[in-house]
């Protein structure tokens, strides 16, 4: 059979413009395959310059840069092997995780579960890793553990919602992963960390605690109560979006922060969903889709890289990692033993397109001639 030939098509900046018009009014089943491959060679057109400017602002910030895809502040106190165990098990993929909670006690702008139907985890269930489809008891929780997780990984996080709503799931499997050498992280929004719940935590093998500051708009109970966790558990640090209200929250909040004896902190890019992406529009800016397929404001990396700069100035005393959209790249997925039967790893976008005005301002801000589309 002869192969069909598709002939290179010219489009100018004016005709872009109208096309995306058009094709901001078409139905999603009547987008025809070309109109995917001109909106998807405009959003890899400003991937590319992105990415570029990025590296540009990397020069003289002096970052360890184990690689292209990964970038580190080291405070003059500490060293690349100081950066959390827990990153550096992701970094290799040697990491997996249980979600155990699938409550919450705040609700988050940029959550990325809003607008998302997510299975609510039973009363007495685990959910382990991405790769099983559905929930398991305690008793198949160590069981999976035991044949397919020990000796492949050294990491495990706990991860939910909100993990502390439900710490007697947490008690109960925590001290096996202990006993078993497993080092063991948990995400918290810091509500409910108290004197008690560190003990419960530190005692049952959680080696890692890191707070989402912005979940709380960086209340000063919760910076006081991570502080309290500094001495207690092997690592604590802060993990929460940079965008435009982190940024300002991290300057306010500088001092204590600064003062506190953290001993990292991940600055991950905001990634948006269909549900918050049109709100993030209005106060961010522009977005671009990375080449893995996560949806970011442009200007969240730009605040991670004036936030480094400061702390490279001001010689801030913790690690800080840019745990930007291409350390995800880097990363790719949570490790995944190769014998599980039922392995289903999905990192595409959860967005077809983006919505119209996006790909307008791609085309006036780096589209200058003609682009070919094949």
Not at 20 to 32: G, P
Not at 282 to 293: L, P, S, V
Not at 332 to 338: C, F, L, N, Q
């Amino acid at each position: 059979m002869r192969k069909e030939i598709k002939l290179k098509i010219k489009y100018s900046p004016a005709e872009l413009r109208e096309f995306i018009i058009s094709v901001s009014k078409k139905e999603l089943k009547d987008v025809t395959q070309t109109d995917s491959e001109i909106l998807f060679t405009l959003e890899n057109i400003q991937c590319e310059k992105v990415l570029s400017d990025i590296k540009e602002k990397q020069i003289g910030l002096q970052l360890y840069q184990p690689n292209k895809f990964l970038n580190f502040y080291i405070s003059p106190n500490k060293l690349p092997h100081d950066i959390l165990f827990g990153c550096q098990s992701c970094l290799n993929n040697k990491i997996t995780h249980i979600r155990h909670s699938s409550k919450c006690n705040v609700s988050c702008s940029f959550c990325y579960y809003i607008g998302i139907n997510i299975p609510n985890i039973p009363k007495y269930g685990y959910k382990l890793g991405n790769f099983i489809d559905r929930h398991l008891t305690k008793e198949e929780l160590f069981l999976s553990l035991e044949k397919q997780i020990l000796g492949k990984v050294d990491a495990i996080g706990w991860l939910g919602k909100e993990p502390l709503l439900e710490i007697e799931k947490i008690k109960e499997v925590a001290p096996f992963l202990k006993e078993n050498g497993i080092h063991q992280y948990l995400y918290t929004n810091g509500v409910l960390v108290n004197k008690e719940n560190i003990k419960i935590l530190s005692d049952s093998g959680i080696d890692e605690i890191r707070f989402n500051l912005q979940a709380t708009d960086f209340n000063e109970d919760v910076l006081n109560n991570m502080k309290n966790c500094v001495g207690i558990f092997k690592s604590v640090a802060i993990e929460t979006p940079v965008y435009s209200k982190s940024f300002t929250n991290y300057l306010k909040y500088k001092e204590i922060i600064v003062d506190s004896g953290i001993d990292q902190i991940n600055m991950p890019e905001l990634q948006v969903s269909t549900a918050t992406i049109v709100n993030f529009e209005k106060t961010e800016g522009a977005m671009y889709r990375h080449r893995k397929g996560y949806v970011s404001p442009i200007s969240s990396r730009q605040y991670v890289y004036k936030l480094i700069e400061l702390a490279s100035q001001e010689k801030w005393p913790f690690i800080i990692n840019d745990c930007s959209n291409e350390t995800k790249f880097y990363r790719d997925t949570p490790y995944v033993p190769k014998d599980i039967l039922y392995a289903q790893i999905n990192y595409k976008t959860q967005f077809n397109f983006l919505p119209s005005q996006n790909y307008l301002y791609i085309i006036d801000n780096y589209i200058k001639d003609e682009i070919e589309i094949f």
